[in-house]
């Protein structure tokens, strides 16, 4: 058994990173999705519209950019399936998770921000999307996601 | 009249303006989201690269983009429901590409509740 | 207009299949796919190669053989002969111009080069005891020139790598993972046409000599040290105890006699490229190396 091994390095180097990659992938998507769930249940009550604010004379005190980005990436199995998808087409589901959850901390991130300078809301919220890193852009060959998400944070003149 | 939007039984109203004209907005919900990545599959990279030669539509890539814009507004919309809300306010869309021959359709917009 | 906060349950943004039941769809689709393209292909280049002209390949053979450091053998064309009298009169060999060459290679191997050429390395004399046994190594070379097995493995190789690179593109993860299939196959197709190279050589070397002895001999000495058979599964010839077994199977089924075999002549070995630490031993028949 071991004489296959040595016999085609690259071809046991290859399965070994895949069971690598999937295992440890696996847990880091649970434990960031825990993560997610439970600070967003703990911010749902600051409100966010990306709708542009109209708000009455005096009735704000205070307004400010606020902002949170995540850079995640994928992991070795995730990146394969995103290969071989190329052959068939449809849904690449290997990446459908990892930018949900990029963009979902974008946005709790920038919701901490918020709270944590006193802020009741935010307003015209705006999110991008964008690949970086040595391998983004390059062909055949996947990136890191980028997510950024801004707003207007509003502290209101509440008595 | 705000056109409906029909999926799944419901009817839910779309608009990317500030508010849905004609009507009151009575309630709101906060961001609703709805992505999708698909991924072009050999048929059609095969038919870009001819049309590479000789130009016109791509109309492969045209129709494939279409039906992930229509699953991520579906998607959008299904978030929107489970709120409680009957309407989409200021709607974007962002598309962008994330992985090697893939693309990734966003749509967001604010969940209300209109009458 | 009131702010109602609700957590949004589930997620629909992700879809609900497991990433490996995934993996199991794409990879068996992959290997599909690549198999219906490998047996087309095989089937074609298999026709397609069997109607170039003996002329054509020799024109192609000289590009091999100007790569290879080798020299005529006047004993060794001399071992060839009978065999070559012996061939059946419709053999497609006759249009072939034979040439036997030595080379100095310390592996104990021997090639089938397109245009007739067949190159022995000197490690390969140096092993062997007697002139049965390089007359069955020249006979399983004729073999893979009447079956063209030289022009049917290149023919192979090179539609798999068009066909994979225009399939997937040159450097996709997806045509490594297609070439590793085509090795498994690849390897079992050219144990195939070894084994029928072995039958097609014991027969010719019963016509040319009258009788089967040396035929296994020298595989029975390379399979002493050849160890087990798992590295057998992916090699590109049988494990030589299987095809000392298949011999003898062969012998018997046919009734062939088994007589004694001539040793090998010093001619032969005077035939060798001479080494600069060269000290000339007398070939001592039975002697193990």
Same mark, same amino acid.
């Given at each position: 058994m071991l004489e296959i091994i040595f016999r085609y390095p690259d071809l046991s180097l290859f399965l070994a990173l895949m069971v690598i990659g999937y295992t440890c992938g696996t847990i880091a998507e649970k434990r960031h999705y825990k993560s997610i769930i439970k600070r967003e249940q703990e911010l749902v009550k600051l409100m966010v519209v990306n709708a542009e604010g109209r708000f009455a004379e005096g009735a704000v005190r205070t307004s400010f950019l606020v902002n949170g980005s995540t850079v995640v990436s994928n992991d070795y199995f995730k990146r394969l399936l995103a290969i071989l998808r190329n052959v068939f087409g449809g849904r690449v589901k290997a990446y459908e998770s990892l930018i949900d959850r990029a963009r979902r901390e974008a946005i709790l991130r920038m919701k901490e921000e918020a709270r944590a300078r006193g802020a009741h809301m935010i307003v015209n919220l705006r999110l991008e999307t964008s690949t970086i890193g040595?391998? #983004?852009?390059?062909?055949?060959r996947i990136g890191s996601i980028e997510t950024l998400a801004y707003g207007t944070a509003v502290v209101m003149n509440r008595p | 009249m705000a056109s409906n939007y029909l999926f799944k039984g419901f009817s839910m109203i779309l608009t990317n303006v500030g508010s849905v004209p004609g009507k009151k907005i009575v309630e709101h919900f906060g961001i609703v989201q709805g992505s999708t990545v698909r991924a072009k599959h050999l048929g059609r990279d095969m038919m870009a690269g001819l049309k590479n030669l000789v130009g016109g539509e791509l109309k492969g890539y045209t129709e494939l983009l279409q039906e992930s814009r229509q699953e991520a507004m579906d998607r959008m919309a299904e978030q929107a429901r489970q709120l409680g809300g009957n309407a989409v306010i200021n709607i974007r869309f962002a598309t962008s590409s994330v992985a090697q021959g893939a693309a990734e359709l966003f749509a967001y917009g604010t969940a209300v509740r209109v009458e | 207009m009131k702010f109602t906060p609700k957590h949004i349950e589930g997620n629909v943004n992700v879809s609900k299949t497991h990433p490996l039941a995934e993996l199991g769809w794409l990879v068996g689709g992959l290997m599909l796919l690549v198999l219906i393209f490998y047996l087309l292909l095989g089937v074609s280049t298999d026709i397609a190669v069997a109607k170039i002209p003996v002329s054509a390949e020799v024109w192609l053979g000289e590009y091999f053989i100007g790569g290879m450091d080798a020299l005529e053998s006047e004993p060794l064309q001399k071992l060839l002969q009978p065999l070559l009298d012996n061939? *059946? #009169?419709?053999? *497609?060999? !006759? /249009?072939y111009h034979f040439h036997a060459q030595v080379a /100095?290679? /310390?592996?104990i191997n021997a090639l089938a080069l397109p245009g007739g050429h067949i190159v022995v390395f000197s490690g390969l004399l140096e092993q062997a005891e007697s002139e049965n046994e390089v007359a069955m190594v020249l006979a399983h070379e004729l073999g893979h020139f009447a079956h063209r097995d030289h022009l049917r493995r290149l023919g192979r190789g090179l539609g798999l790598t068009v066909a994979a690179i225009m399939l997937f @593109?040159?450097?996709?993860v997806a045509s490594d993972l297609a070439s590793k299939f085509f090795l498994v196959s690849e390897s079992h197709y050219s144990r195939e046409q070894e084994s029928a190279a072995d039958r097609f050589g014991l027969e010719l070397l019963v016509a040319g000599y @009258? !009788?089967? @002895? @040396? #035929?296994?001999d020298f595989f029975a000495r390379v399979g002493k040290d050849a160890g087990s058979r798992i590295p057998y599964l992916l090699a590109s010839h049988p494990h030589p105890d299987d095809r000392v077994r298949e011999l003898q199977k062969l012998i018997a089924a046919n009734g062939y006699r088994v007589d004694a075999v001539i040793p090998l002549g010093k001619d032969l070995q005077e035939g060798l490229p001479v080494r600069e630490d060269a000290s000339f031993e007398e070939p001592v028949s039975g002697a193990e190396k």
């Open positions: 040595r391998s #983004a852009n390059k062909k055949n | - | 061939l *059946p #009169a419709d053999s *497609p060999l !006759h /249009e /100095e290679n /310390e592996q @593109g040159q450097d996709s @009258g !009788h089967a @002895g @040396g #035929a296994t």
